[in-house]
């Protein structure tokens, strides 16, 4: 029997996912564990809990996925594929050790992929030529990262955030207007409803073309000192009346995109490249999508953007590993996590 399947593992974060995945890239199967409930109540992830939730789900979502493919685990998967950087360490270790356990029991291929290529691989899908090469940009609750991917092996960092991730900044505004987490999707809707051009909040780094680096601490302390005043800590979101919530909203919106859609544009134009491929929670933005096909359509550029479902962390954006199992780029079993991003590919 041909092995034509892989068996995709996503814990790298918050989210515990598995994915069966053909040869075509179709989708056989595919489930999400959102840890949406374990975190809310802190505003935010808190790693312990996350790897103890994947704890708990990892084996449960893998169960479901191959029920749902109807597949053979030990005769007919290829490969096991597993995001084992960057991310938080003790989920990383979840879904690593329960690929490597599989991979033993069932006598097949370990495949380790990058969590960050593999959001910007979610492009693929939908597409038979391939996406490579292209700028790659991830902007995520965790990354907000630019490459310049020339092929599915060849990856430059070109640069990224010097401080927090756009989707962090998006989550932690917010909090300060008083908004359920994860935020991004919240500030969005309220957004539409604002005036952007309200608040003059900064766009750092964004006027300097001599980098492709970002910065979003700022602009996330801007909004507060906008929302408290500096040095006041007392205040409540249940005080702004709906149309400040609203413009405070759109207007951080506003900036934050800016200086996405401004360093994209100034990595399309240093490259050279002429396809931009997007991907990550945020690249789920309505706005942003809007903004990003306006400036790729002016330079003359290919834009492609992950499906918003695929946008958010999933294990089907792990059909990247089909990339390495064609190649017959296996990974050995004693394969540690690789917890930061690496800059230098
Ligand atoms: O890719 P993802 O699930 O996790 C990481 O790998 O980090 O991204 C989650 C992030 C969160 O910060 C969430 O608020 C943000 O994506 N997000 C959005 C939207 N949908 C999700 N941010 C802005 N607008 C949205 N519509
Ligand atoms: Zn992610």
């Known amino acids: 029997m041909s092995r034509d399947y892989l068996l995709a593992i996503e814990t ?57 493919a109807g597949i053979d685990p030990a005769t007919e998967l290829a490969a096991i594929v597993v995001a084992t950087e960057p991310g938080l360490p003790g989920s990383l270790l979840v879904g690593l050790a329960a690929a490597k356990a599989l991979a033993v029991a069932w006598q097949i291929p370990l495949v380790a992929i990058n969590h960050v290529q593999a959001h910007i691989y979610a492009c693929q899908f939908g597409r038979t030529a391939s996406i490579f090469p292209c700028v790659g940009f991830v902007v995520s609750g965790g990354h907000t990262n630019l490459y310049a991917c020339e092929s599915a092996e060849q990856w430059t960092y070109l640069g990224g955030t010097i401080d927090d991730a756009v989707g962090e900044a998006f989550d932690k505004v917010a909090v300060m207007l008083g908004l359920p987490y994860p935020g991004g999707p919240h500030i969005s809707r309220l957004a539409a409803e604002g005036n952007a051009s309200r608040y003059a909040f900064p766009r750092p780094m964004l006027a300097d073309r001599s980098t492709l680096n970002m910065s979003f601490s700022g602009l996330k302390t801007a909004v507060r000192y906008q929302l408290h005043g500096v040095g006041k800590s007392d205040w409540q979101a249940n005080q702004l009346t709906a149309e400040q919530r609203a413009d405070t909203a759109a207007s951080f919106e506003r900036a934050a995109i800016d200086c996405l859609v401004g360093k994209a544009r100034l990595a ?41 479902e695929l946008c958010t962390d999933n294990a089907v954006m792990g059909a990247l590993g089909w990339e390495k199992i064609l190649r017959g780029e296996f990974t050995p079993l004693d394969i540690d996590i690789q917890p930061g991003l690496l800059r230098g590919k």
């Open 268 to 308: 399309l134009q240093q490259t050279r490249l002429e396809r931009l491929c997007v991907g990550g929670g945020v690249c789920a933005n309505r706005l942003l999508r809007h903004e990003l096909k306006q400036m790729t359509e002016r330079l003359g550029v290919e834009l492609l953007l992950a499906e918003p």
């Open 12 to 68: 790298t974060c918050d989210e515990t996912a598995a994915a069966v995945i053909d040869r075509d890239r179709r989708v056989l199967a595919s489930a999400v564990a959102s840890q949406q409930l374990v975190h809310e109540r802190f505003d935010g992830v808190v790693p312990e809990l996350a790897a103890r939730a994947h704890l708990e789900r990892v084996v449960p979502i893998i169960d479901e996925t191959l029920d749902q």
